[in-house]
């Protein structure tokens, strides 16, 4: 007969024990705490961009763009005087992210939160009103719709899209428009939504940054063939890196896009004062042109070389907005900037659902929009070109092919091309079928694209 000492179980149990909670305080020290200041910087931006900018409910906030982990951990404090949010994870890694009018939100970093808080920006007035103007510069709808299409089913499948009023989120999808022959067939919105909302667009934006360099080189004031000019490059290989290199995401620099970690691109939107700055000291690893790596950091280098191109901040500040947004009724878009006034092409718009769906009229019609020539068709083909690169999947900031295989377009025609968010934002543009198709969502775990393109298409005339 066997006897336990129970004196040395409890020795034993209790070695286990602190054992336990010694590799635990190792592994959050490794690994958590680090990480602690994005999750903190991640949510207070979020959530202060989304209740000042887009004026969104903190609770809807929090149960949709802040609603995965490890995001989903700290804990926003709102101070609606001074338009302000403070985030915690478990009271530690404190950020503070404060807003600015015309300019968005910012994270409190090196530039004194004073100076940040004095900055603001007068977004032009684009001189006249979306509720007297017919579509698509303005928001009457015309009498008449396109006819041949399916309308009862198009209604049903938009209808679908949308998770319904008591059910628990599945779908996850915010708002969707359906343009056909340059009209407006078709959206839906998320209960408390509508076509005026303003979303966050994420790296939807980089294909903005893309339109405003087609402006530019349409006036004269950009060579995208060019080297860009940067001075810290001169002295070093990087100097042979062109614009376009920059465009289609080919610069050759080091960098790791990974919004879950510690990246870099997470160490320029969530630790840095001067995004442009931080991606000028990235080494060059690959001759430029030759290697395609998704780079946000390429993004904001374009935005910065835009800068540079403009020359003036004052028309830097308001080019997105007279150039392009203007021109083609995007009213309810906001491109917010960095602390040092740089547009974060890579990551930082709010828009509405019916904005971008003008946007994409913009490309659907060869870059001309209502009769204005915004960009000429050459820019409009250069920017759905493949990156020599990329195998085919980006081109010149638009993507050609689905990022990953689970969202691979099977059942839709060849020639289209989108706008990619990074949480399921989508900006689909098929010429072949004269449609535009825009989806704006916090997850796509649950929502399938190709089917979702595939259903729309069979809605309309052959």
Request: glycine share 8%; hydrophobic share 40%; aromatic share 12%.
């Amino acid at each position: 007969m066997c006897h336990v000492n129970l004196p040395s179980m409890k020795k034993l149990v209790k070695r286990v024990l602190w054992l336990l909670l010694i590799a635990l305080i190792i592994v959050v020290t490794w690994f958590a705490w680090p990480r602690l200041p994005i999750i903190t910087a991640f949510a207070a931006k979020g959530m202060c961009s989304s209740v000042f900018l887009a004026e969104k409910s903190p609770e809807r906030v929090a149960a949709e763009d802040l609603s995965f982990f490890p995001i989903s951990l700290a804990k926003c404090t709102i101070d609606y005087e001074e338009k302000s949010v403070t985030a915690k994870v478990l009271g530690l890694a404190k950020r503070k992210v404060v807003y600015r009018e015309g300019l968005g939100a910012v994270i409190v970093l090196e530039k004194p939160e004073k100076e940040l808080m004095a900055d603001s920006y007068e977004i032009p007035d684009p001189g006249y009103s979306q509720d007297t103007i017919p579509w698509p510069l303005g928001d009457v709808m015309p009498e008449c719709l396109p006819g041949g299409v399916d309308y009862q089913k198009l209604e049903s499948i938009l209808d679908e899209a949308i998770d319904h009023p008591g059910e628990e989120p599945f779908k996850k999808t915010l708002g969707v428009a359906v343009v056909y022959d340059n009209q407006l067939i078709g959206e839906n919105y998320l209960e408390g939504y509508h076509s005026r909302t303003k979303f966050h667009s994420w790296s939807m934006t980089k294909s903005v940054t893309g339109a405003m360099a087609g402006v530019l080189v349409k006036e004269g004031r950009m060579d995208i063939k060019a080297p860009t000019g940067i001075p810290e490059w001169e002295s070093d290989e990087r100097r042979n890196i062109t614009i376009e290199n920059i465009m289609h995401m080919s610069s050759g620099l080091e960098w790791v896009e990974n919004y879950f970690t510690i990246s870099d691109a997470t160490v320029m939107l969530m630790q840095s004062d001067d995004m442009y700055a931080s991606v000028t000291g990235c080494k060059l690893v690959h001759e430029p042109g030759s290697y395609w790596n998704y780079s946000s950091g390429d993004a904001n280098l374009l935005s910065g070389l835009l800068r540079k191109a403009i020359g003036d901040e004052e028309e830097y500040l308001g080019y997105a907005y007279s150039r392009l947004f203007h021109r083609i009724g995007m009213l309810n878009t906001v491109v917010e900037t960095d602390a040092s006034g740089l547009f974060v092409a890579s990551s930082y718009s709010y828009g509405s659902t019916r904005d971008w769906a003008r946007f994409g009229m913009l490309f659907l019609n060869n870059g001309i929009f209502e009769g204005d020539t915004v960009l000429i068709p050459e820019w409009v083909e250069y920017m759905k070109f493949p990156a020599p690169a990329s195998e085919g999947q980006y081109a010149g900031t638009f993507w050609l092919k689905e990022p990953e295989t689970e969202n691979d377009l099977v059942d839709v025609p060849d020639d289209i091309f989108f706008a990619d968010g990074f949480l399921g934002q989508r900006v689909y543009v098929i010429p072949s079928k004269k449609l535009v198709v825009v989806r704006m969502g916090y997850s796509l775990t649950n929502f399938n694209l190709n089917d979702f393109l595939r259903d729309i298409i069979a809605t309309l005339p052959d």
